[in-house]
């Protein structure tokens, strides 16, 4: 049986500081986790000259562990 989702029309890293991990599912953190690569590898080459936004982007979806680790 085939089911519907819906395709992202934005790739923005979510903020993970306004994030209760304790109560996150493995899951919930795994989807997570591959929203923050798929933002990474879709923006990333777009911003390749811009290093400050570059930076920005990969402390923005790093795994969620080492986001949480870094506060």
Known sequence: MAS???ER???VPIQTKMIE???MSPDEVSWLDQYHKQVWEAVSPRIQ???ELLEWLRVNTRPLAEQQSAK
């Open 21 to 23: 991990a304790s109560i």
């Open 4 to 6: 519907l989702g819906f």
């Open 9 to 11: 029309l934005t790739l």
């Open 49 to 51: 000259g811009n290093p």
